[in-house]
């Protein structure tokens, strides 16, 4: 089945205590980024990349990194996460020229 | 630069009326335009999307939209709601047809009553 898996679904952590969300896809797509989700806000993009080893920052990229070392995975990384952090946070991918983003089921981070 | 201005940010509709869903946008070069949707804890979905050629879009589950460049509008329609439609839903730009860096509107909730 074709999917992009995030882990973990749900989170609850401290101010400044690294954590790492996994994204993986199994549809071989290029293209992957990833969007926190604010009420009132709507969705607003992080970071993206177009292919391995290849990143940029989105509209919001303050305190997040990224890394893409294989095709297929796409990490969010906080080095040292703040309670403004606190949100829903979606991985997305999709072929580069098609527009059609595929999301993952979403990760609740809570951080106290 | 690109906006997304989605007009209601909770629309309210009875099983079998019409689905409105409003969507301006600003963009300086023609614009690449999607309708996604959020069902209750998951991801969003494609609903549609307009890049190039015929102005009106259909999508799936019965909804379409219309691009007006006049009016930069690019409102979302389905002739008769479902109890099945409620969820949000969003509106977004991109000014290229791969789609990176969507710029999303805020999202409007649609609710549907029996």
């Known amino acids: 089945e074709a999917q992009v898996t995030q882990n973990p679904r749900y989170l609850i952590t401290v101010t400044g205590k690294k954590l790492t969300v996994t994204c993986s896809q199994n549809?071989?797509?290029?293209?992957m980024s990833w969007y926190r989700q604010d009420p009132g806000l709507g969705l607003r993009q992080i970071y993206y990349s177009m292919n391995v080893e290849v990143t940029d920052k989105g509209d919001v990229p303050e305190g997040y990194k990224v890394s893409r070392k294989e095709k297929r995975n796409f990490p969010l990384i906080l080095e040292s996460p703040s309670p403004n952090q606190t949100s829903l946070y979606f991985c997305?991918?999709?072929?580069?020229?098609?527009?059609?983003?595929?999301f993952g089921e979403g990760s609740r981070l809570t951080v106290l | 630069a690109q906006s997304v201005t989605q007009l209601g940010s909770h629309v309210s509709v009875s099983e079998g009326a019409l689905v409105l869903l409003r969507c301006n946008y600003s963009s300086s070069v023609p614009p690449y335009l999607f309708w996604y949707v959020q069902y209750p804890n998951q991801g969003l979905q494609l609903l549609l999307k307009?890049?190039?050629?015929?102005?009106l879009v259909k999508g799936i589950n019965g909804f379409e939209a219309e691009f007006k460049k006049s009016e930069t509008s690019f409102h979302l329609t389905k002739p008769s709601a479902h109890m099945s439609d409620a969820a949000e839903y969003f509106c977004a730009v991109s000014l290229n047809q791969a789609g990176t860096a969507l710029i999303f509107g805020k999202g409007t909730t649609l609710s549907v009553s029996s």
């Open positions: 997305a991918s999709s072929f580069l020229g098609t527009g059609e983003l595929f």
């Open positions: 307009y890049t190039t050629g015929a102005t």
């Open positions: 549809m071989n797509h290029e293209y």
